[in-house]
């Protein structure tokens, strides 16, 4: 019995997923990545948020939760651009929020020279190492031409506005800003739809976690204007609120998919920019999944370029701007290494442990007395003759 109980006690409560054989990752195989837009820690993490932010602070309470992770520039597009490649290029403020349709009024070639930009970026580090990308955006186009010719690059990327419910945001999509990216047929492929319909739910980014065979090893997740809360929209009209619902409902497929089941995957989500200004505009920065610590919250002083260095250095990618990036802190605290037993409860180990020993001098101790014990007569009654 004392045996039996040394093994429930010293059996892991969670075991981790095994990492992938051959990959060369260190921490993860998968990461998801969801932005979501203008709103900083104050206004949707814990009681003093401005709306309905429940689900958001319990699953940052939960999981992991950077407290002085901070945008890096406004307004939105240049920290997409950041995230993705090191670099703003020189936007900022509303001018910075420009379009990559050659024929809009505010077309990012009349402040960015060259454009469609020409610099590294994510794609090309992930592509160059043999991993896989996807960029997920609600509301995309199925076909760039689906509104008009004009909309498609040269390899058929959409980098119109609107999309089909006319709440995509292509500042809000910055694989649509690269160069290679747009003028590449198979980049533009890798671009899709979230959805099916409009908003959520997002079932084809959600089907795709369905087995490693559709998963990517990167897969980037921008929400419509509604539910990133760019936008204040019905019923609720408040953007936190949105957020919180649209996050409720999407993480908890993402967190029991497959691929979040049985492999090493994690899940980031983060916001583009809050209301203040660098290197303190903090904004809610969550890591979950399997992989990451419980209950784990961190003081320490992340960016924009500290996700993208997280990526670098989990799978050996050179870093873009040795003055961003190439300089910033790893977020490798909140996940869980490969192989790493240090997520046993240390009281499981010594109580296991304690338990174990009991259990062998017992049965040491039994031993000794069986065989010191003298042979007793039997205490059967004599069978009656038979003759």
């Known amino acids: 019995m004392l045996i039996l109980l040394a093994m429930a006690v010293t059996s892991p409560l969670v075991s981790l997923p095994a990492q992938t054989a051959g990959a060369s990752s260190t921490l993860f195989n998968y990461v998801v990545v969801i932005i979501l837009e203008n709103r900083g820690i104050d206004a949707t993490y814990g009681s003093a948020c401005r709306g309905n932010c429940s689900y958001i602070t319990q699953l940052a309470d939960q999981y992991g939760l950077a407290e002085g992770y901070s945008a890096v520039i406004h307004d939105s ?6 995230l993705t490649s090191g670099s703003t290029y020189g936007l900022q403020g509303l001018p910075g929020d420009c379009s990559p349709l050659p024929s809009s009024m505010t077309y990012c070639g009349k402040q960015i020279s060259p454009f469609p930009i020409t610099s590294p970026n994510i794609v090309d580090r992930m592509e160059s190492a043999g991993m896989t ?37 292509s500042q809000h999509d910055p694989f649509v800003y690269y160069n290679d990216v747009i003028n590449n047929t198979s980049s533009c492929a890798r671009i899709v739809p979230a959805n099916s319909g409009t908003g959520y739910p997002d079932d ?14 990167l897969m980037w997740l921008t929400p419509n204007l509604c ?9 609720y009209n408040n953007a936190t609120t949105q957020q919180n619902l649209y996050l409720s409902e999407l993480v908890p497929q993402i967190l029991s ?5 049985t492999q090493r995957a994690a899940l980031f989500i983060t916001y583009d920019e809050g209301a203040h200004t660098y290197p ?23 960016s924009h370029y500290s996700f993208l260095k997280t990526i ?44 174990i020993a009991v259990a062998a001098i017992s049965l040491v101790a039994f031993r000794r007395k069986t065989r010191a014990r003298p042979r007793m007569a039997s205490q059967s009654p004599a069978l009656p003759s038979s003759g």
């Open 77 to 82: 597009l240049p920290n997409y651009l950041a």
């Open 133 to 169: 990308w996807k960029a997920y955006m609600e509301d995309y186009p199925t076909s760039c031409a689906f509104q008009s010719q004009t909309n498609c690059s040269a390899g058929s990327c959409y980098v119109g506005y609107g999309g089909v419910s006319n709440n995509y945001d």
């Open 280 to 302: 303190r505009d903090y904004v809610t920065s969550i890591w979950a999944g399997p992989i990451v610590k419980t209950h784990y919250k961190s003081s320490i002083q992340y």
């Open 312 to 355: 670098e250095n989990n799978w050996g990618l050179q870093p873009f701007n040795q003055t961003t990036d190439g300089q910033a802190t790893s977020m490798s605290e909140f996940l869980i290494p490969p192989n790493n037993q240090a997520w046993l409860p240390i009281a499981t180990i010594i109580i296991g442990g304690i338990v």
């Open 204 to 217: 084809r980014f959600v089907g795709d976690l369905s087995s490693t065979t559709t998963a990517s090893n």
């Open 227 to 235: 539910d990133d809360g760019h936008d204040l929209c019905s019923p």
């Open 257 to 261: 998919s497959n691929v979040f089941t």
